[in-house]
């Protein structure tokens, strides 16, 4: 890597956090409930255990090859073409991921702020900030991040506190009622909302000490799990689980009815909308920064900087191919649960494989 070791645990941890928490944050009580009613914040829970179990993975495996990414040491525990197969594949999904990103984004905008402005306006403005940035090195991205984490968790954590005051929990009983079935796929649908934390596979290269990387994870994992669990909570202990089958936002809508006390400020969805902005920056920011940098490594490219801009075309048309926002919601629910095949199933299946390696080569040196 060109960058020097220069990121801390903290640094680390709060990447994965801003890059966590999205644009997903939107359209997540809906998701949840969809899938366990009532059981919204349980469906939550669940998901939240998957994403950590595949971070956990993902980080193991990284620690292990603390000098390399996931696109160069699965070459080396696969095989030259086999790994530079897979990591097409990983390329590709975190190109789709950037551009359903940018258009949810799009969407969000120009129905509720900007709605004179043309969607293809705010989707490329927002692709154009992420590929100037993602022209900058890795100690940089990590200052960006470090630097935004404050602004992202603060206001939304006191929208939540605020909103608490008008719940009723009654609306979250019974905490588990939905089958096996529908919780379980929609356990998946909020884990896929974790997978921009697949980051961690290049950040660990750059960290001063990649032992700590699991701490960093841990971390990252309970502060934006947390939050999501407070999210769904509050909106379904509101709203009620009738009631947000009818929103594509919920969480905006959270934002819309809670206000300062004293009616300070009796609308807190402007503020929330602003955070919301750099908190969809940031990860649009991450998955662009990590495709660039996976396909110079793929292609043994020495700069990344003339791929930003290569790719920006590409990854616009994809974002404007869904028609309505009802195909786009879909193809992100089907995008994101194949995803994992990319996020979790193929790092256990590297983690295997190098682990059975490595004992073969213990042994064969005894």
Do not use: C
């Amino acid at each position: 890597m060109e960058d020097t070791k220069e990121v801390t645990t903290v640094q680390a941890a709060t990447t994965l956090i801003s890059t966590i928490i999205g644009v997903g944050v939107l359209p997540l009580p809906l998701f949840a409930v969809r899938a366990g009613e009532t059981g919204a914040p349980f469906v939550t829970l669940l998901g939240i255990g998957i994403a950590a179990f595949g971070l956990f993975v993902v980080t193991k495996l990284g620690t292990r090859h603390s000098n390399k990414t996931i696109i160069t040491y699965s070459e080396d525990i696969i095989g030259k073409w086999l790994g530079r197969f897979f990591s097409l594949f990983v390329i590709l999904f975190f190109t789709i991921l950037t551009a359903l990103a940018a258009r949810e984004f799009g969407a969000v905008v120009i129905s509720a702020v900007l709605l004179e402005t043309p969607l293809e306006i705010t989707v490329l403005v927002m692709l154009l900030l992420a590929a100037i940035s993602a022209r900058n090195t890795m100690n940089t991205f990590a200052y960006i991040h470090n630097f935004y984490i404050p602004i992202i968790l603060a206001p939304v954590l006191i929208i939540v506190a605020l909103s608490l005051k008008n719940a009723n929990f009654l609306y979250v009983r019974p905490f588990i009622a939905s089958g096996f079935h529908d919780s379980f796929f929609g356990a998946i649908t909020i884990a896929a909302l974790f997978q921009g934390s697949f980051i961690m596979t290049l950040i660990i290269p750059s960290m001063k000490n990649p032992k700590s990387a699991m701490k960093a994870s841990w971390w990252a994992i309970f502060i934006s799990g947390g939050l999501y669990l407070l999210l769904v909570l509050a909106t379904v202990a509101i709203f009620g689980a009738e009631e947000i089958k009818k929103l594509y936002w919920p969480t905006l809508e959270l934002a819309r009815t809670t206000s300062l006390p004293g009616n300070i400020l009796q609308r807190l969805d402007v503020i929330f909308i602003s955070v919301w902005v750099i908190a969809v920056f940031t990860t649009i920011f991450a998955s662009y920064f990590f495709t660039i940098h996976s396909v110079k490594q793929l292609f043994r490219l020495q700069d990344h900087k003339m791929l930003a801009y290569f790719l920006l075309p590409f990854i616009f048309i994809l974002a404007m191919l869904p028609q309505n926002i009802v195909q786009l919601y879909d193809v992100i629910q089907i995008a994101g649960r194949a995803g994992l095949i990319i996020t979790i199933l193929f790092p256990m299946f590297l983690f295997m494989i190098d682990v059975l390696k490595s004992k073969r080569r213990k042994k064969s040196e005894s």
